[in-house]
């Protein structure tokens, strides 16, 4: 008999996972954050990886291209914003497949939205996320926090260098950047949150994504 999913139940997802001590893991770490322009997305986010004092990675990967027209940036537990990629990865493999056309940003978050709200009461999620990319050509941004919660906006932070990453964004943000503008916008809110953050450093990567096709680029800071 075809077994087909539930409305709280995805595939491939684990709701049974223990919980993680609610005093061990107080912030989400690192900072990551999406911007929309007239003609596309700017996702981008740091690389290092801290548990309290302690840098455990400085080239940790948290900026992910879904496909052609969508991408993701993170900040959190690797593990766990790891896990809600590889997840949301095979279902909307699944999806693209049976509509034979691409997922949309819209598709890609209210997944993990579905996947982050699981957690709430069987093991949180240690994860923001900013969904970026093209729907229909429209340009989108759209923000999950830990417990499932989805938000659109023009522009977004998440993480502990959220605060100062809001501030450059909040005075510099305009409706008509061009994707150079937009670029050199998150390449500066980065590096102010990564120049006050002590959770935050060791690179930033981007991800530019416009009817052009997606494009990404690194840019190494120098470690103290």
Known sequence: MERRLGKAEV????????????GCVTVVLATAIGIRFKDGVVLAADRR????T??????AKK?????????ISTAGLPGDFQELIDVARFNMTMYELDHEREASPTNVAKLLSLLLYQGRFKGIYYAELIVGGLEDDVPKILVLDPAGGLME????AVGTGAQIATGILERRYREDLSSDDALNLAEMAM???????ALSGDGIDLLLISGSGPKTLYIPLKTA
């Open 153 to 156: 906006e023009k522009f977004a």
């Open 63 to 71: 900026v992910f291209l879904f496909n052609n027209k969508v991408g």
């Open 11 to 22: 595939a491939g997802s684990n709701p049974a996972r223990g919980s993680i001590c609610k």
């Open 49 to 52: 990886v801290s548990y309290s």
């Open 54 to 59: 302690f840098v455990l990675s400085k080239s």
């Open 191 to 197: 590096r102010e949150a990564i120049s006050r953050d």
